[in-house]
């Protein structure tokens, strides 16, 4: 029974990393950058959830705004600071966005200070607990669970079946060869963005339900767990992303479970290591085929 | 020959690669109808025409024009909406689409309800395309992906074609039949204009061509008069 319990944790965090591992593993999929700004979008994204239920709104109105603002947020970052370096080397794209990183932490910290503050978790996901047996289930997991499937399905929908989806998929593949189809790329990479940023807003509100507290720095160490869950599920792999996601989850879980808490975010470094030096394509990465 | 009517224009190109002059002020131009090709030994500027063209590069000076309009510095998604369609060297098919979504990536610019009659009339000209239509396109054969890449380009109903070595790659006995789709494609209404370094095959076809030395035209004029020009026999066609 212990065992399913911590299953069920473990997939409760690791379905909240393997939302915001989406978008890493997009982005890279379409433009080869290593977003580093996404994990901040988070912590962005739970202060805005956190300031308006603060302000007495409602807290569905601070869940959309919340989403809303993360996706605008990355979208207006993807315009001014990653498009104009559409041509420039790889490096100082992966430079620039650790430069938004810092940017939007230190923002934060000037606006809001480096306190951290209580996030109103109960507003949004009441307090409730089920339990089956022995087996203790909370509320909260069971809607992060509902809405992290939902949101993976939905994605996976659109990736595969509509029709800016499968032009994601061309420009992530060849965006020369994608332009020459008519299909206007910056518009594309914009997309991708936004529907990252969305699934991190999801995500942030999830993250920030389970852990209820926002702070300047929120987003970097749920940023680089959610990286090295890309990267372990294959970075640019929509699959992998979910898996890896899951994967970084109950790895962290069962750290845990067996006492050795002060270790569980290192575990998240060691599997980095481990998956560059052993197989750096991860679960799902690219193979490329290609044939004359 | 529909000799007249102008279709597309390029004037004075000249095209950077950083330092690298590519193209030294080229001059050519396309006809309504016609099947013109660009030959040249390989690194000559072929390519890189066709990519100026389809707005992948720009060009430094002069102009280009398409149906009386300005294409210069257009983006290539905006040069694809004008009617030109470019057909890559090496095809660039997305390998990891199916061929049914190459197809629909090929009809970006169509509205939907056009889709199914698009792909039902590539389907058509390759039924081997048919029978694959749910395979993922990096799983076809060399000359499949060549015939994908040709298909793909004719979903969106181009005026102008503009195909880039498709015979580069293939046995003998495809290289033909990649040569007679052209010219039943250029039958079906569709002006040519085609870069090769078969150029026996390609002038045997062409109404006119262009011969591009080192990223400049050095000769120019109907395709059987240059098939029987001496300098053209040394250098390309190997007697
Ligand atoms: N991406 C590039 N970067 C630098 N130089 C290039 C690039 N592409 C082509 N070139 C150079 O430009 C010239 C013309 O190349 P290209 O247009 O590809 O020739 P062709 O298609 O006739 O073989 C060659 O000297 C080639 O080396
Ligand atoms: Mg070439």
Redesign the pocket.
Known sequence: MIVLQQLINGLQLGSIYSLIALGYSMVYGIIMLLNFAHGDIIMVGGYIALLIIGAGIHPAVAIIAAIVGCMVLACVIEKAAYAPLRKAPRISLLITAIGVSFFLENVAQLLLSANPRSFPNTAIIPTANFNLGSLNISLTTLVTLAVAIVSMALLTVLVNRTKMGKAMRAVSEDMGAAQLMGINVNRTITFTFAIGAVLAGIGAILYCCKYPQVKPTTGYLLGMKAFVAAVLGGIGSIPGAMLGGLAIGMAEVIVNALGYTTWADAVVYVILILVLLIKPTGFLGRTMSEKV | MAESELMLQAQDLNVY??S?H??QGVSFTVNKGEIVTLI??????????L?TISGLLRSKTGSLTFQGENIGGMAPHAVVRKGIIHVP?GRRIFSKLTVEENLEMGAYTRPGRELNDAIAGVFDRFPRLQERRKQVAGTLSGGEQQMLAIGRALVSRPSLLML??PSMGLAPILVEQVFSIIQEIHRSGVTVLL?E?NARMALSIADRGYV?E??RVVLTGPGKELLANDSVRKAYLGS
């Open positions: 690669y950083g690298i590519a193209i040249g030994a390989n690194g000559a500027g072929k390519s890189t025409t990519n060297e880039d070595e870069v370094q591009l080192t990223g």
